[in-house]
């Protein structure tokens, strides 16, 4: 992850965009991102899934032939290659290629965006750190309305397991001694 400290965007040359979310998703940003890019931009795409997304017409990488830890480096090498400038991952409410995108954001050298799947994006930098950290509470359901129950859930999960341990020990314990 390149230029977290500074807000200066790099040139938009070769953007890596990691498909973490559904097919529609990427298919629907696309043209937003064209317009804020330009056409003279090269988009190259890490997915999981088949086939090639409408409109999209770069090189597409898929995990599925970069199997293990030397498949991991493998990627990592031929996305080196490409010499992407940015790097953009969508984090849709959706638990698709989380360990992956986390990966390549941290891997490759090269500016990082977060899209959304409202076709809206924010740079990952220190100046944003507001906009960073309410997102992160949002997708967390730390936020509104529910914000107050997520965390008495949480407060309340291990009362809720050690409750349970008892109950079933007790219960087995029960029919050990009856029988």
Known sequence: MKGFFTSLVPSFDRVLLV????RHLIEALMPTLRK???DQVRF???TCFAGTPEGFAGKVFRISDYAGAEGRTRLLKDLAQQKPSMIGIIC?????????KWMLAARVPA???ILNENADFFWVQRSNWRTMRHFAL?????TGAGAMRTIARLILFPFTVIYLVFYAAA??????VHL
């Open 44 to 46: 190259d795409l890490v």
């Open 36 to 38: 804020a890019a330009g």
């Open 171 to 176: 219960v087995h314990l029960r029919r050990k």
């Open 111 to 113: 500016k990082l965006f």
């Open 92 to 100: 849709a409410a959706e638990p698709i290629m989380t360990k992956w």
């Open 138 to 142: 949002y997708r967390a359901g730390l």
């Open 19 to 22: 498909e973490s979310g559904s």
